[in-house]
């Protein structure tokens, strides 16, 4: 009954690379926006990054030019990190949102980096 499922998280070192990709089940469609946030420990969950059904994407500042966001359709969302930091560790979580205002998360994968 997932509608939205992450894959990709992993543990790698400091400036290696992960892709992450959430895909919708066929029972979720008409979706605009797709988004990743994450949760460090203590920390509150924050947008990483987002792209709508136009491909205008917002990213975090800690991210930009290190993160990149797209979709290979509108059911898909990938997040490709470079250069990662400690500091990226966390629970990486996908977020869409339907046309008509639903909102959808998936259960999310452990990012983990390491010195």
């Known amino acids: 009954q997932v509608q939205l499922v992450e894959t990709g998280g992993g543990l790698v070192q400091a400036g290696g690379s992960l892709r992450l990709s959430c895909d919708a089940s066929?029972?979720?469609?008409?979706?605009?926006?797709m988004g990743w946030y994450r949760q460090a420990p203590r920390k509150q969950r924050e947008l990483v990054a987002e792209v709508n059904a136009s491909s205008v994407t917002t990213y975090a500042n800690s991210v930009k030019g290190r993160f990149t966001i797209s979709r290979d359709n509108p059911k898909n969302a990938n997040l490709q990190m470079n250069n990662l930091r400690l500091e990226d560790t966390g629970f990486y979580y996908c977020k869409a949102v339907t046309a008509w205002g639903a909102i959808f998360w998936g259960q999310g994968t452990q990012v983990t980096v390491s010195s």
């Open positions: 066929r029972s979720l469609f008409s979706l605009t926006t």
